[in-house]
């Protein structure tokens, strides 16, 4: 690392944000973490480990500009899984024209594979909204675009269905689907920083592993010491809990992320780029 930079980091309490914040304090950088509570055990956790607390809104931009105000890049990221795609899109816009109007270096804004090839699932569309609007500010910006999260398998609804020794996935046991751990994307991030001007107006689509669910199933059946099968679950199933689940598991199966995870091992090999049997292996699946 040449130099070190001081990050604003949005999300800082989630889990890309969290990982990028990490990865960033990790490396040496100074880290502001935007948080709506500063008090919240998440935030004091990020305090502890180094962060600076900087209490902020994506509603209330004077609070955004002061928290870009000084600083050489900015990580951000909206979820459309609290407020709806809507707010995640005016919460992208706000955060990238607190960047423009503080004169930031670098943008960094979290998107999702694929998002730039016209899928149709609302919630990649909601992020290349924002990612049109980044570009048109004349920022220096770079996008960091990853793919499904292999935290995903232990997410509440896959830990009940694993306990009972099925892995259900809407998609057919043979379906390859590409892959990165959490730690791996903030691991990015913090490269992106130090890259700066070399990953000016690039877009990356970033992966570590692409696997079937009967490989993966295989994989946690080794791993956990107890069979796992392989449930291939109809992506209409999903429909009750979530439209946008739905079309992007169908987008799966139809046509599928298209990271290049060796070119990435390449060009990036300050990343772990870990596998998912390598992933799986430091998680506690008791």
């Known amino acids: 690392m040449s130099q070190t930079r001081t990050v604003l980091v949005t999300g800082a309490t989630g889990n890309q944000g969290g990982a990028a914040a990490k990865a960033l ?14 008090a919240s055990p998440a935030a004091q ?20 500009l002061r928290a870009a105000t000084g600083v050489d890049a900015v990580f951000a990221m909206g979820t459309p899984y609290v407020a709806g795609l809507e707010d995640e899109v ?3 816009l706000a955060i990238a024209d607190a960047a423009r109007a503080t004169g930031v270096g670098h943008l960094i804004y979290a998107s999702v594979a694929s998002a730039d090839r016209r899928t149709g699932v609302p919630h990649f569309d909601s992020k290349y909204r924002v990612e049109e609007h980044i570009a048109a500010l004349g920022v220096p910006y770079t996008i960091s675009a990853p793919v ?14 694993l306990s009972q020794g099925r892995l259900a996935q809407a998609l057919p046991a043979e379906r390859k689907l590409q892959q990165i751990a959490v730690g791996d994307i903030g691991a990015f991030v913090a490269v992106l920083v130090e ?19 009967e490989e993966e199933a295989a ?11 392989y449930e291939a679950v109809p992506p209409q199933a999903l429909r009750a809990q979530s439209e946008d ?14 990271a290049d995870i060796e070119g990435l091992r390449r060009q990036f090999p300050e ?11 430091e998680q506690d699946w008791k």
């Not at 956790?45 to 955004?64: K, N, R, V, W, Y």
């Not at 499904?148 to 269905?161: D, K, Q, R, T, V």
């Open 25 to 38: 304090l990790a490396r040496g950088h100074r880290v502001r973490a935007l948080t709506r509570n500063p």
């Open 45 to 64: 956790l990020l305090a502890a480990q180094g962060a600076e607390l900087i209490p902020g809104d994506f509603l209330d931009s004077g609070s955004l």
């Open 90 to 92: 005016q919460q992208g």
């Open 148 to 161: 499904y999260f292999m935290e995903n398998a232990l997410a509440p609804w896959s830990l009940l269905a």
């Open 195 to 213: 890259r700066r001007e070399s990953v000016f107006g690039r877009r990356f689509d970033i992966a570590g592993d692409e696997l079937s669910g």
């Open 219 to 229: 994989i946690l059946s080794r791993i956990s010491g107890r069979q796992i099968r």
């Open 245 to 258: 689940m739905a079309q992007m598991f169908e987008w799966f199966d139809r046509v599928g992320y298209a």
């Open 271 to 281: 990343v772990r780029w870990q596998r998912f049997e390598a992933w799986a292996r």
